[in-house]
């Protein structure tokens, strides 16, 4: 099976794509789409979940950035 990046990840040229080169393309794309924002990183360093704050209720939100130690204006979800 060939992957997004077809031959690229493909090393030993057998023209099969293996569970490893599979798998590093898979660690490839990640890092690739990897979001490196500042906002996210201070986020995940508070052991909160993005994902889950853009869910809450402004307040609800507010007060769990507030305990986290972050400034809930700096943020816009």
Do not use: W
Not at 50 to 61: K, Y
Not at 70 to 75: A, Q, S, W
């Amino acid at each position: 099976m060939k992957g997004i990046f077809g031959s690229m990840f493909d090393l030993n040229h057998d023209g099969n794509i293996s569970l490893l080169e599979s798998t590093m393309e898979f660690i490839f794309l990640n890092e690739l789409l990897k979001d490196d924002s500042e906002e996210r990183t201070e986020l995940e360093l508070s052991g909160l979940d993005p994902d889950e704050l853009e869910f809450m209720d402004t307040d609800e939100r507010r007060e769990v950035l507030e305990d986290a130690g972050l400034d809930p204006d700096e943020y816009d979800f």
